[in-house]
């Protein structure tokens, strides 16, 4: 029997990333993770901090991922509903 575990979180964290290596590497539970949004990864401007920011670490290095695609009419943080993400299986 194969063990698979489907992660869902919102994007790249740095605390996160290594606990996903972890989990590929050391079990026979077959991972991957579904990253609704990109921050942190490409080089996005937050404009409360007023600068481009981007992290510096591997974040995608070393387990099965994937960036769901964003279906929203509208930007990713205008409204609830800027991350708008369809799901297998389900009526979207």
């Given at each position: 029997m194969i063990n698979k575990l489907a992660i869902v979180t919102s994007h790249p964290i740095q605390y996160y990333a290594p606990w996903f290596r972890f989990i590929s590497d050391t079990t026979e539970i077959e991972t991957k993770v579904f990253?609704?949004?990109?921050?942190?990864?490409?080089?996005?401007?937050?404009?409360?901090?007023?600068?481009?920011?981007?992290?510096?670490?591997?974040?995608?290095?070393?387990y099965d991922y994937e960036f769901v695609p964003n279906v929203s009419q509208g930007s990713w943080n205008a409204s609830l509903l800027g991350l708008a993400k369809p799901v297998a299986g389900f009526p979207g």
């Amino acid at each position: 029997m194969i063990n698979k575990l489907a992660i869902v979180t919102s994007h790249p964290i740095q605390y996160y990333a290594p606990w996903f290596r972890f989990i590929s590497d050391t079990t026979e539970i077959e991972t991957k993770v579904f990253y609704l949004w990109d921050f942190g990864i490409t080089q996005k401007v937050d404009a409360g901090f007023k600068q481009a920011l981007q992290w510096d670490i591997p974040l995608l290095d070393g387990y099965d991922y994937e960036f769901v695609p964003n279906v929203s009419q509208g930007s990713w943080n205008a409204s609830l509903l800027g991350l708008a993400k369809p799901v297998a299986g389900f009526p979207g």
